[in-house]
């Protein structure tokens, strides 16, 4: 089963930008679809973006839609968030997740894999 590492996370004012990565361990990084969840104190864990395996199809949650992006390097197996208009509201520990799925699939559900989350506080 795939590894997955993120990376990037941490402080940033209202209006900044970050951009989180997650490695992906094995060589098979393009098997799966490629997702980010977020889960901010006291809350449930919630989706944010998805991404298909080959990378031309995408779906990010109304409440990011527009302020990030999720990406993918099939060459570097590593998937990306850039987040830009960071708000409050965004604070949270952000984890990749993947999923065996077919080529242009984007879920949203039921990942196969997790990595251990990074941290990103985004202080008013």
């Known amino acids: 089963q795939v590894q997955l590492v993120e990376s990037g996370g941490g402080l940033v004012q209202a209006g900044g930008s970050l951009r989180l990565s997650c490695a992906a361990s094995?060589?098979?990084?393009?098997?799966?679809?490629m997702g980010w969840f977020r889960q901010a104190p006291g809350k449930e864990r919630e989706f944010v973006a998805a991404i298909s395996r080959s990378g031309g199809e995408s779906y990010h949650a109304d409440s990011v839609q527009g302020r990030f992006t999720i990406s993918r390097d099939l060459v570097k197996n590593t998937l990306y968030l850039q987040m830009n208009s960071l708000k409050p509201e965004d604070t949270a520990v952000y984890y990749c997740?993947?999923?065996?799925?077919?080529?242009?699939?984007?879920?949203?559900?039921?990942?196969?894999?997790w990595g251990q989350g990074t941290q990103v506080t985004v202080s008013s």
């Open positions: 997740a993947a999923k065996i799925a077919p080529w242009t699939e984007v879920p949203s559900y039921a990942y196969d894999a």
């Open positions: 094995r060589r098979t990084f393009s098997l799966y679809a």
